[in-house]
């Protein structure tokens, strides 16, 4: 079993839908929780970042975590053809965020379709 | 500022074949990052520097791969022989510091026959 566990979908929604991508994890030592955003034939980009649990918002995008269920997701509201991209979760036990222990998930491909 | 430039971009050889793939990271970030990602995965930690010291490489083949860093700045990641195997998209990233967020590159897509 992976520390990590991600749908790898594909997931087809239309322009203007909520979009929630999820991930479940096995260690509980993870502290820090990413989400990267990985356009075809593109290197990742860090899209956001949470410490623990709670909630973090960022103009359309809201990171979710529950470590007390080992679960964390992201939410895209009004979501745009321009999301249309692969999704990586990433965790570090470190609370620093260190990248030296990151494990990523497999990554959820997303289409939206205007 | 200018990012992560890897190169080159796609890369295909026959088995057995060396191949090597060059990383030039984003200026003054001390610490260089090899990932390799299979298809329909996440990325997978090779090798991390510390300017020009090697301090993770438990993840790397070492009877068939190797990397440097000269000088601390541009690095290189060779592998020979190359097997099918090793068909996936090398990714190099750079950070500031050892927890700063990473700066990936595009990645070198190879593809061995």
């Known amino acids: 079993q992976k520390e990590v566990e991600q749908d790898p979908g594909p997931l087809s929604v239309p322009e203007g839908a909520i979009v929630s991508l999820n991930c479940t994890y096995s260690?509980?030592?993870?502290?820090?929780f990413m989400w990267y955003r990985q356009y075809s034939r593109k290197g990742p980009e860090l899209l956001m970042y949470?410490?623990?649990?709670g909630n973090k918002e960022d103009g359309r995008f809201t990171a979710q975590v529950d470590k007390s269920s080992k679960y964390i997701s992201l939410f895209i509201r009004d979501s745009q053809p321009s999301d249309s991209a692969t999704y990586l979760c990433?965790?570090?036990?470190?609370?620093?965020?260190?990248?030296?222990?990151?494990?990523f998930g497999s990554g959820t491909q997303l289409t939206v379709l205007p | 500022e200018a990012g992560v430039v890897q190169s080159p971009r796609y890369k295909i050889i026959e088995k057995k074949q060396p191949v090597a793939f060059w990383c030039n990271p984003i200026?003054?970030?001390?610490?260089l990052y090899w990932y390799r990602q299979n298809l329909g995965q996440g990325p997978e930690l090779l090798i991390r520097y510390e300017n020009e010291e090697a301090v993770d490489d438990s993840q790397l083949p070492k009877d068939r791969f190797s990397a440097e860093r000269l000088k601390g700045v541009d690095s290189t990641l060779k592998i020979q022989p190359a097997e099918l195997g090793d068909s996936a998209v090398y990714l190099c990233?750079?950070?500031?510091?050892?927890?700063?967020?990473?700066?990936f590159g595009n990645g070198t897509r190879l593809t061995v026959t």
């Open positions: 990433a965790m570090s036990p470190l609370s620093s965020g260190s990248a030296r222990q990151l494990t």
């Open positions: 260690n509980s030592a993870f502290q820090y």
């Open positions: 949470t410490y623990s649990s």
């Open positions: 200026s003054g970030h001390n610490t």
């Open positions: 990233a750079s950070s500031l510091a050892d927890n700063s967020p990473l700066h």
